[in-house]
């Protein structure tokens, strides 16, 4: 894109047209927020079991004591050398916002099918510290629209994002949130896939503020793991 060179007060004006737009984007976002809010919750009534580092584990355990609880859907199957790239993007943004949701009632975690121990071989490697337990047996990726079966994939249709998918993927990425109140009875509130991940992906915001954007030819192409970059 080939820019124009201007005056400050040039440059000034045009600013201030953008400002009027990205003020129309902030109370369209606040508004989205409300509604979301206000969305129906659906009580879980199946007991899902985790394996996690403490032993085994159920949904409303995972809370941690706090009375919210958001859940990373990552992409690391069973007999996967390696966590996807694009989730392992997200969770490079985990542990430093996990100091602040804890302290504001909201527990953090990850959510694979993968074995225990395949989950902490990756993570020792990555250098991660939030909590990332394995759905490994349970039906809880399967539910809630993360994970697939050959059958489903074999299909060349499969439910992900509210919608069909022609997709050939076994493991997609979302987030789900939870709450769980004061009797212990656990609901769904919330969930979110497809660009609705982004919001894991602080990374982008500010891309978003340089001269060059995202400065992306296809999607996520540039996205290495961490450890991966030269």
Known sequence: MQHAVVSRDDWLTARRDLLKAEKEVTHLRDEVTRKRLALPWVRIDKEYIFDTLEG???LADLFDGRSQLLVQHFML?????EGCRSCSFMADHTD??????????VTMIAVSRATL????RYRSRMGWHFRW?????SPFNYDFRVSFTPEQVASGHI???????QGLEEELPGI???????????FHTY?????GVEAMMGTYAMLDLMPKGRNEAGGMEWVRRHDSYG
Not at 159 to 165: A, E, I, S
Not at 191 to 195: D, E, K, L, P, V
């Open 56 to 58: 085994a584990r159920t």
């Open 77 to 81: 199957a069973p007999g996967w050398k």
């Open 96 to 105: 430093g916002m996990n100091k602040h949701l804890a302290n504001h009632d």
């Open 117 to 120: 121990a395949e989950i902490e």
């Open 133 to 137: 337990v394995s759905s490994n047996g």
């Open 159 to 165: 439910d992900y994002n509210f919608g069909t998918w």
């Open 176 to 186: 789900s949130a939870f709450f769980k109140d004061e009797a212990g009875n656990v």
């Open 191 to 195: 969930s979110t896939f497809g660009r």
